[in-house]
């Protein structure tokens, strides 16, 4: 293991609460995907389920990504993007510090901050773990994409980080690198969580690397909404997607790669070697994933991206994500009973034979979304991107995402 230096620690730590979660993280080689560019992936597990994405000016370099929506300062970042085309987020993992009773600061947030402000390479992040004092604090998983081609995932415990390269045959012999609650470098047991979605996930993963399939559109449609269990051989969509519309239809849900927790889902879709980075992609959907929609955004659109996903003060809150709650409460309908509201959904609410459940009314448009984006992409690719363009296809996508809530679910992300 790769010790780290002690030197005097630049970042401030404040007192925060630890928000450790249960995401499901990966990070994808380009030399695999659909379409040669790397990918970085991140269902994000937390009790802080009201998200928004921000964009920020406050560094070395322009950067954008997800954030709670009570931090209005964007204090933290979970997953994001700069304008060199570097990107970063994390898992939690409970398995590398055991034995070591050193208290955890929960600043990882902080860490995917202050890199996406200051790193434009994957070798930049590591200097930036370099300069991190002894103890660190942190137990996490970190998955870095970077504008040359980088992509890796580095385990860091209190003591140091030991770097997981994509790119590299030996270490992913598929060209994906998956991790949940646990790191492979810890012990393994009760103390670390997340192996079913780890398996759940690596079937779907070799599945689109096998059929040359791998790109956002598959990880946000296929795993980060995906209903398949790895153990007890459950396919949600499979089994219940033929009975009719409004026929109450509770199944027992735990394990699944989307969860109760989880509050979001990001894909970045990063560049080639030569090209400009400026065309990175953050495809988010901001809210509970089977009930909300993916947005795309660009660093250099700068702040003018679609309102739906902008923190609303009123509602404390984006619009896009608290609709998306909204309609959570049909898909986790009970009321009483501390484990039934946790573990058991209608999933009627959520498809049907009719096609008239949530995901089933979501999915025209988010498919139109996806089609758009990538011959908008093409195009820009050879003519140059401008901000006026962004600015236009953002308004578009904010017209269309209104227009949609409200026909499709009388939703009014106008209201407040």
Not at 315 to 324: F, G, M, T, V, Y
């Amino acid at each position: 293991m790769k010790t780290i230096k002690i030197i005097l620690f630049t970042l401030v730590f404040l007192v925060l609460s630890n928000q450790a979660n249960a995401c499901t993280v990966a990070v994808v080689s380009g030399k695999y995907t659909k379409d040669g560019r790397p990918l970085l992936w991140k269902n994000r597990e937390t009790s802080y389920i009201n998200n928004q994405i921000m964009f920020f000016k406050n560094g070395k370099y322009e950067y954008m990504g997800l954030v709670n929506s009570g931090d209005i300062h964007g204090k933290s970042v979970w997953i994001g993007q700069n304008s060199t085309g570097f990107a970063i987020m994390n898992s939690a993992s409970y398995n590398l510090n055991i034995g070591d009773s050193t208290k955890l600061s929960g600043l990882e947030g902080r860490i995917i901050k202050e890199a996406l402000a200051s790193c434009k390479t994957i070798q930049d992040f590591e200097k930036y773990l370099d300069n991190l004092p002894i103890p660190t604090r942190l137990e996490a998983n970190f998955g870095v994409i970077d504008g040359q081609g980088g992509a890796a995932m580095y385990e860091l415990n209190n003591k140091g980080y030991v770097k997981f390269d994509a790119n590299d045959p030996k270490v992913a012999p598929f060209g994906y690198i998956i991790r949940a609650n646990y790191s492979f470098m810890g012990s393994y047991g009760d103390e670390s969580s997340g192996y079913i979605r780890y398996n759940t996930t690596n079937e779907l993963f070799y599945d689109a690397m096998a059929t040359n399939s791998f790109d956002a559109q598959f990880i946000i449609q296929e795993v980060t909404r995906g209903l398949k269990h790895s153990l007890t051989k459950e396919d949600l969509y499979r089994d219940f997607g033929e009975i009719p519309e409004n026929t109450p239809t509770y199944t027992f849900f735990y394990d699944f790669i989307p969860r109760r927790t989880t509050s979001s889902a990001c894909v970045v879709q990063g560049v080639k070697k030569d090209e400009n980075p400026e065309f990175t992609t953050l495809w988010s959907v901001v809210g509970f994933p089977l009930t909300s929609i993916v947005v795309p955004t660009w660093v250099k659109g700068g702040n003018g991206f679609p309102e739906v996903l902008k923190r609303n003060d009123k509602l404390n809150d984006s619009p896009i994500c608290n609709a998306a709650l909204e309609l959570k409460k049909e898909f986790f309908p009970i009321r009483w009973g501390r484990y039934a509201m946790r573990n058991y959904v209608n999933i009627n609410a959520l498809i049907n034979a009719d096609k008239t459940g949530i995901q089933q009314k979501i999915e025209p448009y988010e498919n139109r979304i996806f089609k758009t984006t990538n011959k908008k992409l093409d195009k820009w690719r050879l003519s140059g991107m401008k901000k006026t363009d962004i600015k236009a296809y953002y308004d578009e996508i904010n017209k269309d995402l209104l227009k949609m809530f409200n026909e499709e679910f009388e939703i009014d992300l106008n209201k407040n």
